[in-house]
């Protein structure tokens, strides 16, 4: 898994290879970009160039093997999703009095460590950045440089301060990733101190390229419109359910429509009635409002001119029968009502029936 292995984002990873290619790689890195842009796979991909045993070279760059002793071990980090469910689970099973003193690392190597914010508030607290000042100032056991990441770098305000102590006084032999979709949250005072790159999302034609490898069981049709719905998410395009978005899409045609002129609500009530109380039913209900929400998005782009953003493509000439038929303001006032509806979900009403609601009051 080279660098070559790397999807878009061209030449933000060249410039990460030439700063590795000089001994001096900056001791705090910015990364940022939105979300399945690649920040953590790229940070995990320098962490083994750092460390691997091998070093080889590419291009005249510096590369990693993929498979000596620190690459094999910084690579168990990949799937950071697993490896975070199973830290999360580890600290449940702790007696209560240990869970409470208990935070969250990912670390399947000595020398590199991943800091994902800890739940449930999903924030960095200050004890894991104490935990990060405790070892970053020993040198690397099995590595050359030690690396530190933080997945998602949404600081506590008592942390933010810690981690501004490390950076003011960093050692040589570390390097600090704090991975962000938005670096305009991160202090002043820790962005100045840090070097900052930008990796941008991956167009549709990157991520089908990406998906054409990866899921080649996707017919292109279907390639394409997961690539549009994922909007450059690499991360997101790869584990994307089809089947679940075209029947939570098909669920939100048929809320739609009353408003669009069907005077027959039978298949309306049938639909809404499956959005039933507990976990699933929200969860079900929530993919159902944001469905609605990229729906109306698309109508508003085929009423201003822009097909080319409308994202559900392969349902295009139905969307435009449906945007032919209301006007903006139809459209801002059931994004309006839409709003309305989410809220009063969280206030756990009647989910079938706030969707019934919601689909005649839309009717003209
Ligand atoms: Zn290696």
Known sequence: MPF???????????????????DHFPHALILSGPAGSGKFTISQMVAKAMNCLERPMTDGLPDFCGHCANCVRIAQADALEDRFAEAVEARENLRDT?????????????????????????????????????????????GRERVYIFSDADFMKEAANSLLKILEEPPEFATIFLLTDNPTALLPTIRSRCMHLRLSPLSPPEV?????????????????????ICGGGLGRARSFDLAAYVAARQDAL???GPAMGSKDHSDLFRATDTYRAGADGKAKTEYLIRTLY???????????????????????????????????????NATQRLGELESGMRRNLLRSLALDTFATALEH
Do not use: C
């Open 98 to 142: 240990d869970k409470k003193e208990t935070r969250i690392f990912v670390q399947t190597h000595p020398d590199v460590m991943i800091i994902p914010p800890d739940p449930p508030q999903m924030l960095v607290k200050v004890d894991q950045v104490r935990h990060v000042i405790h070892e970053i100032y020993f040198k690397p056991v099995e």
């Open 294 to 332: 990229s729906l109306l998005e698309d109508m508003l782009f085929l009423r201003s001119g822009t097909p080319e953003l409308v994202r559900n493509q392969d349902i295009q000439a139905e969307l435009a029968r449906m945007a032919a038929g209301v006007d903006f303001e139809w459209i801002v």
């Open 208 to 228: 089908e390229n990406y998906l054409a490898e990866v899921r080649p069981e996707l017919k292109p049709r279907e390639r394409s419109l997961v690539a549009r």
């Open 254 to 256: 048929t809320v739609l």
């Open 4 to 22: 070559s292995d790397f999807h878009g984002n061209a030449e933000t990873v060249h410039t990460l290879r030439e700063i590795l290619a000089y």
